[in-house]
């Protein structure tokens, strides 16, 4: 089979071309002809040797992808060949840069009609961690206000479509104004723009917006310095969700910034989470009905052929984009 290996770790360019032997689905798998596999950041931490969990080269990344089931192993139920599926896949396992993929079948979920497969693969990693991190974690409730930072990401734009959809108000954190027209557009009610508001000058700007009383909810993917403004930001018994560190650098955190407001900190890791009991099955199903129903939109704004993957990295870390980049791996 086709696939995109990482030879060793470094820059876009260690992302290679190769063939490699076709799996077979074993007990409790599903064997998936791969369609489309979404590109995360976390892809691009594994192959820079900066993700945590990562192993060592040669790696197959990809941590989602829609596609057909073509195979079935021994003890699987409920999954037949021939159905369009989404799966997601977790840390250190073959990932999904490649044109067959052996899934475990708990995390395999049949796709309902009205979502094709480009978009479906978008689903998993950002709209799972959004719709976790939102509901069980935070239990946003309706009318309650939310700040989501990096509101232009894939996390980013899954949040504020699903805050917006429970009745909350959203506060989206974007750091253009072509960006924070494009959240608006996604159900923002304001938007925080931080080449307006640099430094903590958002926090600020979020304090006037929410009456000087501050979020009930702030939903954090950037770490470092933002997180410990998180902390400040959010207001009496309100909830900071961290659920990743693009930034790359320690939070330097004042516990007085928190403690005093009888807040709350969880964090939040995907795949840790998986390997911890969730099935993530019935929330890949409900997003996807979503979909289906028009209640949720999948920002997909770049798709490339599996071949340049490298060129899908790079495009990924100017963090210019909006929404999510998907690689074609089926052959048209």
């Not at 060949?81 to 993929?101: K, T």
């Not at 239990?139 to 734009?157: I, M, P, Q, Y």
């Not at 949040?159 to 027209?181: D, E, F, L, N």
Request: glycine share 10%; no cysteine.
């Amino acid at each position: 089979m086709r696939a995109v290996r990482i030879e060793a770790f470094g820059g876009p360019e260690v992302l290679v071309p190769v063939e490699l032997p076709d799996p077979q689905a074993g007990p409790g798998e599903v064997l998936v002809r791969v369609a489309a596999a979404g590109v995360n950041r976390a892809d691009a931490l594994t192959r820079s040797g900066s993700y945590h969990r990562a192993g060592r080269p040669p790696l197959l990344p990809g941590l989602e992808a829609s596609g057909t089931v073509l195979a079935v192993g021994p003890g699987v139920s409920g999954i037949r060949p021939g159905q369009r599926v989404v799966a997601i896949g977790a840390a250190n396992e073959p990932g999904f840069y490649a044109e067959l993929a052996a899934v475990p079948a708990a995390r395999v979920a049949v796709l309902p009609d009205g979502v094709d497969l480009t978009h479906a693969a978008a689903l998993p990693v950002a709209w799972l961690t959004a719709r976790y991190t939102l509901r069980t974690l935070a239990r946003l409730a309706k009318d309650e206000t939310v700040v989501v930072h990096a509101a232009a990401s894939g996390v980013g734009s899954a949040a504020v479509q699903i805050a917006a959809a429970a009745g909350a108000r959203v506060v989206a954190v974007t750091s253009s104004r072509h960006k924070a027209a494009w959240v608006t557009e996604l159900g923002a009610d304001a938007v925080v723009d931080t080449s307006e508001h640099p430094g903590e000058g958002w926090v600020e700007e979020v304090r006037r917006l929410t009456g000087g009383h501050g979020p009930e909810v702030v939903l954090d993917a950037v770490g470092g310095a933002v997180f410990a403004q998180s902390l400040r930001a959010v207001g009496y018994a309100g909830r900071v969700v961290a659920l990743a560190n693009v930034a790359l650098e320690p939070s330097l955190v004042d516990t007085r910034d928190f403690y005093p407001k009888n807040a709350s900190v969880q964090g939040f890791q995907l795949t840790n989470l998986m390997e911890h009991g969730y099935d993530p099955r019935p929330d890949l199903r409900a997003i996807a009905e979503g979909v289906a129903a028009g209640t949720y939109r999948i920002p997909v704004e770049t798709v490339l052929p599996l071949e340049r993957a490298a060129e899908a990295h790079e495009g990924l870390e100017r963090r210019g984009h909006l929404g999510k980049t998907v690689l074609r791996v089926a052959r048209a």
